[in-house]
């Protein structure tokens, strides 16, 4: 079994433009058994932030491992 630790991760930045209030990201790195399998770092930006929500990370994660994911929705 593969052991997993998933460090979560935000960055947030100030905006000197008008009309922003600045910006603000959410990533993380996931290593398995202690070695980095992945980096997402956050980028924020006041226009267009880099940004990893947990529902992709843990699809990035399956991914990794080997697995497709696939959602469907009960509407």
């Not at 993380?28 to 202690?34: I, L």
């Not at 991914?63 to 469907?72: D, I, Q, R, S, W």
């Amino acid at each position: 079994m593969t052991d997993i630790r998933i460090e979560w991760l935000t960055a947030s930045t100030d905006c000197d433009q008008a009309g922003c209030s600045g910006g603000y990201s959410e990533g993380a790195r996931v290593w398995f058994d202690g070695e980095l399998a992945l980096d997402l770092p956050p980028e924020p930006s006041c226009y267009g932030s880099t940004f990893y929500d947990q529902e992709q990370v843990f699809g990035l994660i399956l991914a990794k491992l080997g697995h497709n994911l696939v959602e469907t929705s009960y509407d």
